[in-house]
């Protein structure tokens, strides 16, 4: 990376942490309270480096593979490490240890994966489960009303710590930037709270992307994970003849 292009990763860094204080305030919430995600797919070791240098304090891997080799390049040193992508069973092993928490758990089979794993490894995995709010047959995530039973049946694993809910609702409208959906995510997060059980603590609710994630904080999110807004478009890979 050249001088400058780490100057303008830091312009776009600040600018994004003072859109989404900015929400914050509009929304009547403190900013401190919103935590930012860098979804930092496609961008290599080096690029996450300067990005947590700039200030960011948690990045979010989509794939597993990609993860590992840049985890191995110690491209994550001074933050905390977050899986937010589609999770196959068989892969959940070399996660575990690995990152703080699982935000897209849109399955029980998962989550009993992940539980399995983690109890071998003698911890306890936090995790968030995905809700498919827009009801999408193309995307993961448990439909809505399949939440409760999920929960409760997820909070018999004692090395599970079910820390909130996560969405991907469908690619943002101009002019309703998801609205509907958040509204409606929200209010599933409320529905939970008041519930008691075991190994479950709603504290996050994970909403919002770059072209969204304002919308999202209006709307109860205090987790938003953010990729083009950070770091640029993303690279398209190139294929030569
Ligand atoms: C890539 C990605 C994001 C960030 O998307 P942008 O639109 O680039 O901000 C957020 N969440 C998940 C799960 C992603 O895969």
Redesign the pocket.
Known sequence: MTEQEKIELQDRIQSVQERIARAAERAGRDPQDIILVA?S?MNDAERVRAAIQAGIRVC?E?RVQELLEKYEQNAYEGADLQF??TLQTNKVKYLIGKVSLIQ?VGSVHLGEAIAKAAEKHGIRQDILLEVNIGREAAKSGLPPEELDDAIARLSEKKSLHIRGLMA?PPVADETTKNLGYFNEMHQVFVDNLTKKYDNVDMDYLSMG???DFETAIACGANMV?????IFGA?PYQIVSP
């Not at 994970?225 to 807004?229: C, H, N, P, V, Y």
């Open positions: 979804a797919k979010g989509n937010i992508g897209s991907i992307m770059t072209n994970r953010i990729g083009t807004a993303r």
